[in-house]
C-alpha cells in the first residue's frame, strides 16, 4: 500500500515571530524554518506502517516555495521513500493545497494520506478534511492511534472529553494530533541516504489546478499585550488580592 | 442575509460553544438558524430554539448522526446550506472536524478560529498561535467559519421562540463508523467554559503528585483542571486537558498556572484569561510575564498553603 505524506514548511516552533510595523504579515525573512511538526509526525507514522510491512512505498508531498526541498529531504531522512514539490511562489491557502494533493491522489492512487492536524503558522487545521471532501474519501482527524488493515484502518481520535474511534475503510486520510508518537530522530547516515532519493518537481498548472487565494488578508497586527503584574510574597497576600482586589474569588 | 450555525451537542444537551458561535452570528447581521443534526435530539433542538436571537431552528434526526460522524454531518450541512451567506461551527473538535469538508464541498476558502467579527465579510483571527492577528476578507457568495468561543460572549439561553423545523437526514456515507469512545466522567465544569481553571505543568514531577497536588484545590474552587503541553506529555495528565495552542483555547475569569514555565504554546491557550495566578519556584519562567499575581514558591509547599488558605 502507497501513503501519501504532505508536508510544510513553517517557521520553527521555538521562534517568536515578529509582526512587520507596515501591517502586511509577519517577519520571517533570516528567521529558521523547520518541518511543520504535526507532519513530522505523520511521516513517522507512515515510516512505522511501512516498517511494519504493511506500507510499501511512502511518498512525501510539499506544496510551495523550492526551499520546500529541504523540507522533503527531511521527509526522506525520517523514512520516506521519494518526494514531489508543487512548486509555486503564490501564497497557499488550504483549499488550494487541498485541491492540489487531490490531483496527487488521483495519480498516485494511496491508500493512506496522512496529514499534519494542522500548521503552526497560520493555526487553520483544514487541509486533510478539505482533501477527504474533495476526494470523497472518509477522515479521521486529531489521531492518536492507527491501526491499518488490509481494506480499512481502525483510527483513534482526540475529541473534547476524551478520545473515539473510528473505522473507515481505505483509502482514507488521517491528520495526526500530538500523542500519535514521538518522531524519530534523523541521523546523518540516513540525511545522506536522502540526497539520493528522488525529488520530483512540478508545477499546480501541470496538475490543472488554479491555487489563487480565496481569503484576502487585509492586515497583520500585534494582539493586545498583556503587562506583567505583579510578584506577590507569600500565599496569604495572593489570597486576599484575589478576594479584594481582583474579586474573582 | 443569514447565518446557519452548527450546533453542538451530545444529543441530549446544547453545548455552551453553541451560544457564543450563536453570538458571532448575531453580530454579523441578518437573522440567525440553528441545525440540530442527531439522534433522538428533539431536546437540543427544543434548547437551540430558546436562545436569543434565533430565528428558526432546522432539526435532522437519524441514527447516522447520532455520533457526529464528519461524512455524515458535513452532508447534512451541505443539504440546507444552499439558503445561507454564513456557515458558522463553533472552533471545537467537532466544529473543526467538520467545517473544512463542506467549504471544500462549497469551493470556498474557510475561515478558521474567527474572534472578532468587523462586518459581514471582514473578521479577525489569531496566527502564529496567537502572535498576530489577521484581519481577513473572506467575499466569496458563502462565508464558512469556525468561532473562537472565547472571543464571544454566550447568546442568552432563553429568551428566544424560534419555529423548529424538521429537515430529512441525509443516508449513511457508508465509508466510516463509529466503533466506541472513552469520554471521561467527572463533576468538574467542562474546561473551555469554566469560571476558573487550575492547571498544572511538569514540574508536578508524576500523574499521582499532579492528582494530589491539584485535585483539592480545584475541588475548593470549583475549577476545571488544565495541563501544560509538557505535562499531558509525561503522562501527568489527559490528552483532553491540555490547554494551548493546538490543545484547548480559554479565557476564565481565573487561571492559576502552577509549576508551568509558559512556553509561547501555551500562553496561546490562556492568555486571554481574565485574571491569572502562576506559582512557580522559577522566577524568570516566561508565566510571569503574563500573570497578575506571581508567586516565586516550590509548589508543593504553596499549593497546601493556598488551600488552607482559601
Known sequence: MKVLVPVKRVVDYNVKVRVKSDGTGVDIANVKMSMNPFDEIAVEEAVRLKEKGIVTEIIAVSCGVTQCQETLRTAMAIGADRAILVETDVELQPLAVAKLLKALVDKEQPGLVILGKQAIDDDCNQTGQMLAALCDLPQATFASKVELGADSVSVTREVDGGSETLKLTLPAIITTDLRLNEPRYVTLPNIMKAKKKTLEVIKPDALGVDVTPRIKTLKVSEPPKRGAGVKVPDVATLVAKLKNEAKVI | ?310
Not at chain 2, 478560529?113 to 489569531?126: G, H, L, M, Q, Y
Not at chain 2, 476564565?252 to 491569572?276: C, E, N, W
Request: glycine share 8%; aromatic share 4%; charged share 15%.
Open chain 2, 1 to 310: 442575509m443569514t447565518t446557519l450555525v452548527i450546533a453542538e451537542h451530545d444529543n441530549a444537551v446544547l453545548k455552551g460553544s453553541t451560544l457564543n458561535t450563536i453570538t458571532a452570528a448575531v453580530q454579523v447581521g441578518g437573522d440567525v438558524h440553528v441545525l440540530v443534526a442527531g439522534a433522538n435530539a428533539a431536546a437540543v433542538a427544543t434548547a437551540a430554539a430558546a436562545v436569543a436571537g434565533v430565528s428558526k431552528v432546522l432539526h435532522a434526526d437519524s441514527p447516522v448522526l447520532a455520533e457526529g460522524l464528519a461524512e455524515n454531518v458535513a452532508a447534512q450541512v451541505l443539504a440546507v446550506a444552499s439558503a445561507y451567506s454564513h456557515i458558522f461551527f463553533p472552533a471545537t473538535a467537532a466544529g473543526k472536524n467538520v467545517a473544512p469538508r463542506v467549504a471544500a464541498k462549497l469551493d470556498v476558502g474557510q475561515l478558521s478560529d474567527i474572534s472578532k467579527v468587523i462586518s459581514a465579510d471582514t473578521f479577525e483571527r489569531p496566527i502564529y498561535a496567537g502572535n498576530a492577528i489577521a484581519t481577513v476578507q473572506c467575499s466569496q457568495a458563502v462565508k464558512v467559519a469556525t468561532v473562537r468561543t472565547t472571543g464571544f460572549d454566550p447568546a442568552a439561553a432563553t429568551g428566544g421562540s424560534a419555529a423548529v423545523e424538521t429537515v430529512p437526514p441525509v443516508a449513511d456515507s457508508g465509508k466510516s463508523s463509529f466503533v466506541g469512545k472513552e469520554i471521561a466522567r467527572n463533576d468538574r465544569p467542562e474546561l473551555t467554559a469554566a469560571k476558573i481553571i487550575v492547571s498544572g505543568g511538569r514540574a508536578m514531577g508524576s500523574s499521582d503528585k499532579f492528582n494530589e497536588v491539584l485535585t483539592p484545590l480545584a475541588d475548593k474552587l470549583g475549577a476545571a483542571l488544565g495541563a501544560s503541553r509538557a505535562a499531558v506529555d509525561a503522562g501527568y495528565a489527559p490528552n483532553d486537558w491540555q490547554v494551548g495552542q493546538t490543545g484547548k483555547i480559554v479565557a476564565p475569569q481565573l487561571y492559576v498556572a502552577i509549576g508551568i514555565s509558559g512556553a509561547i504554546q501555551h500562553l496561546a491557550g490562556m492568555k486571554d484569561s481574565k485574571v491569572i495566578v502562576a506559582i512557580n519556584k522559577d522566577e524568570e519562567a516566561p508565566i510571569f510575564s503574563v500573570a497578575d499575581y506571581g508567586l516565586v514558591a516550590d509548589l508543593f509547599v504553596a499549593v497546601p498553603e493556598l488551600i488552607m488558605a482559601l
